[in-house]
């Protein structure tokens, strides 16, 4: 059984091909906060798992259609507490848990699923000129983020 090393965790990871558990077991997953099922790592000593697309996401990501200023970045532990609230993703509003990228210059941050999933499908939505944080944040396309959510609920992520 090869062992794999995640920058996430200390311990070695294992590869399972099927998580799906037999029983009524659920294990949610360090990246995006989900329940842990098809291929995915697991760590035998302190029972952290992780999907194999959580543990394949990019380290960096430039030009995001909604923070093309700076690169985002993978940031791998919970968020700090921001002016004594805690951090929620700029697209879906939901608290982050888990993975997320962030830029600390602007305290801009996106959690795992909606800095991947979003990527191109803003994209489609967005001129390139436009920019988030140019926009009041309880203005911003509020049928880009109902898009957005939806299409989340329907994939599955």
């Known amino acids: 059984m090869a062992e794999f090393h995640h920058m996430s965790h200390d311990h070695p990871l294992v590869f399972d091909e099927d998580a799906d558990s037999p029983n009524d077991t659920t294990y949610d997953c360090a990246g995006c906060a989900g329940k842990v099922s098809g291929s995915s790592y697991s760590c035998g000593e302190c029972g952290f798992y992780l999907h194999k697309r959580c543990a394949e996401v990019p380290l960096e990501i430039e030009h995001h259609p909604v923070h093309s200023d700076h690169p985002l970045c993978l940031l791998f532990q919970p ?23 962030g830029c600390s210059y602007c305290r ?19 001129k390139p000129s436009m ?25 599955g992520q």
């Open 79 to 101: 968020l700090p507490v921001i002016h004594q609230r805690p951090v929620h993703c700029y697209i879906c509003r939901f608290k982050v848990k888990g993975f997320s990228y």
């Open 108 to 126: 801009f941050y996106l959690d795992v699923n909606c800095a991947l999933f979003s990527r191109d499908t803003v994209g489609k939505f967005m």
């Open 131 to 155: 920019n988030i944080l140019c926009l009041p944040g309880s203005l911003w396309f509020p049928s880009i983020q109902s898009y957005l959510l939806s299409a989340r609920a329907v994939s």
